[in-house]
Nanobody, 120 residues
Framework: QVQLVESGGGLVQPGGSLRLSCAAS????????IGWFRQAPGKEREGLSC????????YVADSVKGRFTISRDNAKNTVYLQMNSLKPEDTAVYYC?????????????WGQGTLVTVSS
């Protein structure tokens, strides 16, 4: 089973940037894509982006298009989410998973999440 570990979260001021990482280990050939999701307190999980592990094709949700960029480093088995122009409403726990949004596949594997707080 593949295991995913997110990192890179923290406190950032509005307008600032963060780069989140999703490092995969274990069986890394059993999945076709890595997606990024977030969940704020009291809100439903929101799909943000995903990238194919095979050809690098990407999807970015309209809500974050132009601010968030997904990329990969296959040699490191790592997927990144570059987040720019952050807003307070971006505050959430960010997760990566072995699925693209909406992330409802029955065999999806999730990371533990990393907290992003956007506040002055």
């Amino acid at each position: 089973q593949v295991q995913l570990v997110e990192s890179g979260g923290g406190l950032v001021q509005p307008g600032g940037s963060l780069r989140l990482s999703c490092a995969a280990s274990g069986s890394t050939l059993e999945y076709l894509a890595i997606g990024w999701f977030r969940q704020a307190p009291g809100k439903e999980r929101e799909g943000l982006s995903c990238i194919s592990t095979r050809d690098g094709s990407t999807y970015v949700a309209d809500s974050v298009k132009g601010r968030f960029t997904i990329s990969r480093d296959n040699a490191k088995n790592t997927v990144y989410l570059q987040m720019n122009s952050l807003k307070p409403e971006d505050t959430a726990v960010y997760y990566c998973a072995t699925d693209c949004p909406p992330g409802i596949s029955t065999r999806v594997v999730w990371g533990q999440g990393t907290l992003v707080t956007v506040s002055s």
